[in-house]
């Protein structure tokens, strides 16, 4: 039976942008992060990203999603509820707390704001990759969506106080970037680092598997910026040009600065250089012009490369915390450039066609704008401090967050029994030690 509001169109834009959202995690950042580590981490580093999203997904069903988009409970966070029942999933899709329609059911809506809600989980899991207890992080997962992702979502998504302010976040510059940047970097702190053995060497053991999985992310981010504004719309367009914009834009600056610095082209520098590009101009893909996404990428290819090359070797607090692939500086530095230049590159005209009513930002004369991106983001970094260590130390009391040292030195086949390049002979699996 056919519906007045259902657009068959935007809800067939709208499950192509979740698929392809959800394709950035499973398989992308799973072969990402199973080809950038050593041989020994691949098998835990891939599951990790594979358990995430499949325990994300349960929670979001039966609690979370109303936490982040339903009826408002706190200005803070909605009411935590399940959505399960046939007559939830075929309604129209509706966030009540910011009066935001759409014209597809909620069921999609549900399905789109999952795919984010994972990839969160996924890039912090890059700040603990080998060493972290599976089992630690198996309860850590829906904890930490419930208590922070969710309050994070509301607040800027769900029509939250955040939102009521003002501030900008298009696609998750903030609730998404920042917020699993400064947990990654709190949770490593707090997980402890990996065996100096592997900290001094830990080369990637398939480049080409991680190459695979940055295009797929690459890619993917087309769903993930040119679906927020629910709707096969003119700023859908926009937003996924400016994204691939700035992402080829920062890639090109970091290849200038890695040759420039250390006189070599590195690929994994390239890709370093294209998640900074992806995440700096996720905040505001829809609402800046193609110019503005060129400084975007600009921007990203230089501050977090001098965060991650200079920074990071020269203060202590960076050199003593184990970030395994850099989240801190990929995620919370880009995701924080990537907010304040919204403020100041918005436009007036962007923002209209988004349905904001922010005048624009600096650009157009509304420097106040930069001053709320600075809140907001003040808000998110406070929230993932305090949420991320009382949740570590709460689940720290039940098991172990660090595996023991005794199966750090094996790796894969100590935490799963399995290793991802086994077969010898017959099929024979011989345990590793070392690499």
Not at 333 to 349: Q, R
Request: hydrophobic fraction near 55%; charge should be neutral.
């Amino acid at each position: 039976m056919s519906v007045a509001w259902l657009n068959t169109g935007d809800n067939a834009w709208q499950l192509t942008a979740a698929t392809v959202v959800g394709l950035q995690s499973v398989p992308g950042l799973v072969v990402l992060y199973g080809g950038i580590v050593k041989k020994k981490w691949a098998i835990n580093s891939a599951f990790m990203s594979l358990y995430a999203f499949a325990a994300v997904l349960i929670a979001w069903l039966l609690w979370a999603y109303n936490m982040g988009f339903g009826p408002e409970w706190t200005s803070f966070v909605g009411m935590p509820h399940p959505i399960a029942a046939m007559g939830d999933e075929l309604k129209q899709a509706v966030i009540p707390a910011s009066n935001t329609s759409a014209n597809f059911p909620m069921a999609t809506m549900v399905y789109f704001q999952f795919v984010f809600a994972a990839i969160t989980l996924i890039i912090m899991a890059g700040a603990f990759l080998g060493r972290m207890n599976f089992k630690a992080w198996m309860i850590f997962v829906p904890l930490w969506l419930t208590f922070s992702y969710t309050v994070g979502a509301f607040s800027l998504w769900g029509g939250g106080w955040l939102s009521t302010l003002g501030v900008i976040d298009y696609s998750g510059g903030y609730v998404i970037h920042l917020s699993a940047g400064v947990a990654g970097f709190v949770g490593a702190a707090m997980i402890g680092p990996r065996l100096a053995r592997d900290r001094e060497s830990f080369q990637p053991n398939n480049v080409l598997m991680m190459l695979v999985g940055a295009g797929i992310l690459w890619l993917g981010w087309n769903g993930f910026n040119g679906g927020d504004p629910y709707a096969a719309s003119r700023d859908a367009g926009a937003a996924v040009l400016n994204t691939n914009v700035a992402t080829a834009m920062s890639l090109l600056t970091w290849t200038f600065m890695d040759i420039q610095f250390f006189k070599k082209p590195s690929v994994i520098g390239a890709v370093q250089g294209m998640i900074t590009g992806l995440v700096a101009i996720t905040p505001a893909a829809g609402v800046v012009s193609g110019y503005g996404a060129l400084i975007i990428g600009l921007c990203a290819g230089i501050v977090p490369w001098f965060t991650m090359n200079v920074l990071g070797k020269r203060l202590s607090l960076f050199r003593k915390v184990d970030d395994t692939l850099g989240v801190f500086h990929t995620h919370a530095v880009a995701g924080l450039l990537g907010g304040i230049l919204t403020g100041v590159l918005a436009t007036k005209v962007g923002c209209a066609a988004y349905a904001l009513s922010n005048p624009g930002g600096a650009i157009d004369g509304n420097w106040h704008q930069v001053v709320l991106q600075l809140e907001g983001a003040g808000f998110i970094i406070a929230l993932n401090i305090v949420v991320t260590y009382i949740l570590l130390k709460l689940i720290s009391f039940v098991v172990p967050l660090r595996m023991s040292e005794e199966d750090l030195l094996i790796g894969d086949d100590a935490a799963h029994g399995e290793q991802a390049y086994a077969l010898y002979g017959d099929g024979e699996r011989t345990p590793v030690l070392g690499d």
